[in-house]
């Protein structure tokens, strides 16, 4: 096994994929671990091999890069994508930095308010880019429609009810419980009747991110932008900083350690307060996570991660969650 740490140009599918692309086998490329991607970082481009678990993800990343083209969000330059003999690849530019993940542990409190400061005005910037209201990820929109899940987020809020009937289907799940959840949806679908849907990340935690210099040089992987209220953006980045843990960068590394993230949400609100001012925001954010927990609920393949859901969508009903250990 070679070391990752090691630069090489010489790895087939990475040559095969600059040529696909048009693009020189010149310099130096990494190769980074990932959770569905082959990466490979260059001293100019990002160069990225899917597993094919999220279908179109790319070709989706490519529409999102061409939303925000002109627009003062921080990515990366969108270069090329396609479908080759090693699976379906996707060609970006290097962007200055490292991951917020990788940057905070050394970074000290002064320097990671500034990073989270920068974070609040790039997912402002982001919220107000033009967008259709049917933005969907093609992996999503099947999966909506009964077909495989690839994964369980982001929260797509008109389509909650559905979830429960998914589960309702299934055997060994809790018709009981699931009437209750129904009729707790019910109760609060008319929190979002007035929403403006906006451009959402949908995936955001440290991973995510590249810093440099303390401020955010971009936003990256965009497989999952939708559509959404855009204080679904929370869910996520609330989640994160009660259980980084469970957000390493790939399987076989580790998250961060939660305890070093309790001021992100105050000073993700100093910069941005708009999104934390949705009226019933916490009733709101405690829909979102049913959202997920039912969908893990729902499709999970472990028999042991659906009874954890279960279990949670049990407090969630009793106005509990993830958000009580937070103070924001």
């Given at each position: 096994?070679?070391?990752?740490?090691?630069?090489?140009?010489?790895?087939?599918?990475?040559l095969?994929?600059l040529?696909?692309?048009?693009?020189?086998?010149?310099?130096r490329?990494?190769?980074?671990?990932?959770?569905?991607?082959?990466?490979?970082?260059?001293?100019?481009?990002?160069?990225?091999?899917?597993?094919?678990?999220?279908r179109?993800?790319?070709?989706h990343?490519?529409?999102?890069a061409?939303?925000?083209a002109?627009?003062?969000?921080?990515?990366?330059?969108?270069?090329?994508?396609?479908?080759?003999?090693?699976?379906?690849?996707?060609?970006?530019?290097?962007?200055?930095?490292?991951?917020?993940?990788?940057?905070?542990?050394?970074?000290?409190?002064?320097?990671?308010?500034?990073?989270?400061?920068?974070?609040?005005?790039?997912?402002r910037?982001?919220?107000?880019?033009?967008?259709?209201?049917?933005?969907?990820?093609?992996?999503?929109?099947?999966?909506?429609?009964?077909?495989?899940?690839?994964?369980?987020?982001?929260?797509?809020?008109?389509?909650?009810?559905?979830?429960?009937?998914?589960?309702?289907?299934?055997?060994?799940?809790?018709?009981?419980?699931?009437?209750?959840?129904?009729?707790?949806?019910?109760?609060?679908?008319?929190?979002?009747?007035?929403?403006v849907?906006?451009?959402?990340?949908?995936?955001?935690?440290?991973?995510?991110?590249?810093?440099?210099?303390?401020?955010?040089?971009?936003?990256?992987?965009?497989?999952?932008?939708?559509?959404?209220?855009?204080?679904?953006?929370?869910?996520t980045?609330?989640?994160?900083?009660?259980?980084?843990?469970?957000?390493?960068?790939?399987?076989?590394?580790?998250?961060?350690?939660?305890t070093?993230?309790?001021?992100?949400?105050?000073?993700?609100?100093?910069?941005?307060?708009?999104?934390?001012e949705?009226?019933?925001?916490?009733?709101?954010?405690?829909?979102?996570?049913?959202?997920?927990e039912?969908?893990?609920?729902?499709?999970?393949?472990?028999?042991?991660?659906?009874?954890?859901s279960?279990?949670?969508?049990?407090?969630?009903?009793?106005?509990?969650?993830?958000?009580?250990a937070?103070?924001?």
């Amino acid at each position: 096994m070679s070391d990752p740490s090691t630069p090489f140009v010489g790895e087939p599918a990475l040559l095969r994929t600059l040529a696909a692309a048009g693009l020189p086998a010149t310099g130096r490329f990494l190769p980074k671990g990932g959770w569905v991607s082959r990466v490979w970082v260059g001293d100019e481009y990002v160069v990225r091999l899917s597993n094919g678990q999220f279908r179109d993800s790319f070709r989706h990343e490519a529409t999102v890069a061409d939303l925000l083209a002109g627009s003062e969000v921080p990515h990366a330059r969108h270069l090329a994508h396609g479908d080759g003999p090693d699976g379906p690849w996707s060609v970006t530019e290097r962007v200055p930095g490292r991951t917020l993940y990788e940057a905070w542990p050394e970074a000290d409190s002064h320097t990671r308010q500034t990073m989270i400061e920068s974070l609040g005005s790039a997912l402002r910037a982001l919220h107000r880019v033009p967008v259709t209201a049917d933005l969907l990820p093609p992996w999503l929109a099947d999966a909506l429609a009964g077909k495989p899940w690839p994964a369980f987020h982001p929260p797509v809020v008109n389509a909650t009810l559905q979830e429960v009937e998914a589960a309702r289907r299934l055997p060994g799940r809790d018709s009981r419980l699931l009437t209750d959840v129904a009729d707790w949806i019910q109760e609060r679908l008319p929190l979002f009747a007035t929403d403006v849907p906006v451009l959402v990340h949908g995936d955001l935690h440290g991973s995510n991110v590249m810093v440099d210099q303390g401020r955010v040089t971009s936003l990256i992987d965009f497989a999952e932008a939708v559509t959404q209220p855009a204080d679904v953006e929370l869910d996520t980045i609330l989640r994160w900083c009660a259980k980084a843990r469970e957000y390493p960068p790939t399987p076989s590394d580790q998250g961060l350690d939660e305890t070093t993230l309790t001021e992100v949400p105050r000073w993700l609100h100093g910069a941005y307060p708009e999104l934390f001012e949705r009226e019933h925001l916490r009733d709101r954010l405690l829909f979102y996570d049913m959202y997920v927990e039912l969908a893990l609920y729902a499709h999970h393949p472990q028999p042991d991660v659906r009874q954890v859901s279960q279990n949670r969508i049990t407090r969630l009903l009793a106005g509990h969650n993830h958000l009580d250990a937070l103070a924001w």
